[in-house]
């Protein structure tokens, strides 16, 4: 059998591109294991008709993106394409809420769109995802905004702007649409082929095209604010201000999923497209489960975020092991399987050749691991006692007694 090339719109993760996600996700967990958020696992497909009834059926997703399929028994089911509505069926489900308490929860998994793939892009593609639920107001407003803005700090992100906009409730988002469609009547403005589809089913979803959305100035969100949702925006701003983190204002920020009310947000990086995303919706659980249960949260596109730093040398992936033990002879694997017993008492990668080599392999075998210590056994070597032991980073050699070859790598990582 030949075997195939991966599909269309995927992606193989391999090193060292693969040790970027994998430090990324140890950078971001710490980060959201010491805000108190705690991780969830949902399955990789649900019924369609949570995602149908999530993101409302006019969205792209819905309409275009997502992949469906029918079960043995007939059952439409769904590959995820996104995070919260999964969310929302595990709190209800499992029965997670606690009346007066928050619910801090976050997610790892791959997501699945059928998008015409480009840079950045991809039909499979992994995210972040953390949802706050169960909490209402301006400071978890807040809360959230502060914790996208210390993982980037931890991620080593500093240029970082937060666009905002402020949608409100269902009568503020009705009292726009209304605004909105006076405009275009009026200015009957160059629409393209998706965004005058999007106008007859639902007109806001104009608003999440960049290109139409640069050429009309479109009419403003903050025109239609209620007294209480400039009170809410004005408290927002006064923590912000308070607390040093940068944000602009895009009164037609809308972000692409119907279940939005309140706070919207992207993050800005100088000219690339936005990271991470997200907002309030405190609507969502009552259109799926019939309770009012307030929430907010947000989303890392993960693939997109490696193309940054790895782009910016932003991060310093340090991808070297510690310890390779390059042997000559066999009979030198029982000591080399005592002192990895040893070592790896400590934090320390260690690692050792498996088919018996020969010297002249040795620079071979230095590009291929990077070893920042090798120690190299031979019949003289175990005849004598005498340990040949090489820092690499300082490019010296020296000779250690066997007995004291744990002790001496020690000291040589500081590690006592």
Not at 10 to 28: G, K, M, N
Not at 103 to 132: D, H, S
Not at 356 to 365: A, D, V
Request: hydrophobic share 35%.
């Amino acid at each position: 059998m030949i075997v195939s090339n991966k599909p269309r719109g995927t992606q193989d993760i391999f090193p060292p591109r693969s040790f970027l996600y994998y430090e990324i996700q140890q950078i971001i967990t710490k980060i959201l294991r010491k805000n108190n958020y705690w991780p969830i696992i949902f399955p990789t497909f649900e019924y369609s008709g949570l995602f149908t009834t999530s993101l409302g059926s006019t969205t792209d997703i819905i309409h275009k993106e997502m992949y469906t399929f029918l079960d043995k028994k007939g059952r439409e089911l769904a590959l995820r394409p996104e995070g919260t509505a999964s969310t929302v069926r595990l709190v209800c489900q499992n029965k997670l809420i606690r009346e007066g308490y928050p619910l801090k929860l976050y997610y790892w998994a791959n997501m699945f769109r059928y998008e015409r793939p480009q840079k950045g892009r991809y039909r499979e593609f992994w995210q972040l995802g953390v949802e706050l639920v169960n909490a209402q107001g301006v400071i978890a407003d807040y809360q959230i905004l502060k914790l996208v803005s210390d993982i980037l700090i931890g991620l080593g992100i500093k240029d970082f702007v937060f666009s905002l906009n402020y949608l409100g409730d269902k009568e503020i988002k009705e009292k726009y649409k209304k605004e909105l469609e006076r405009f275009i009547k009026k200015n009957n403005p160059d629409l393209c082929v998706n965004c005058y589809s999007r106008y007859k089913t639902n007109p806001l979803r104009i608003l999440d095209c960049t290109s139409c959305k640069s050429e009309n100035i479109y009419p403003s969100y903050k025109d239609v604010w209620s007294s209480k949702d400039s009170d809410h925006v004005n408290e927002l701003n006064y923590f912000l201000d308070k607390f040093n983190l940068p944000y602009q204002y895009d009164y037609r920020l809308v972000r692409g999923l119907d279940y939005y009310t309140g706070l919207v947000f992207e993050v800005i990086l100088n000219q690339e497209k936005a990271l991470v995303g997200g907002g309030r919706y405190d609507k969502l659980y009552f259109e799926m489960v019939d309770k009012k249960i307030p929430a907010l949260g947000f989303a890392f596109g993960i693939d997109r975020l490696v193309d940054y730093l790895e782009n910016k040398q932003v991060l310093k992936i340090d991808s070297q092991i510690d310890i390779f033990f390059l042997t000559l002879i066999s009979n030198a694997y029982h000591d080399i399987l005592a002192w990895k017993s040893e070592l790896e008492k400590y934090p320390l990668i260690v690692d050792y050749n498996l088919k018996i080599t020969k010297l002249k392999s040795l620079s071979k075998i230095i590009d291929r691991y990077q070893p920042k210590v090798l120690v190299i056994l031979g019949e003289k070597e175990l005849k004598n006692g005498k340990i040949i032991v090489k820092d690499c980073l300082k490019e010296q050699v020296f000779f250690v007694k066997r007995e004291n070859l744990t002790k001496r790598i020690i000291e040589l990582f500081s590690l006592i």
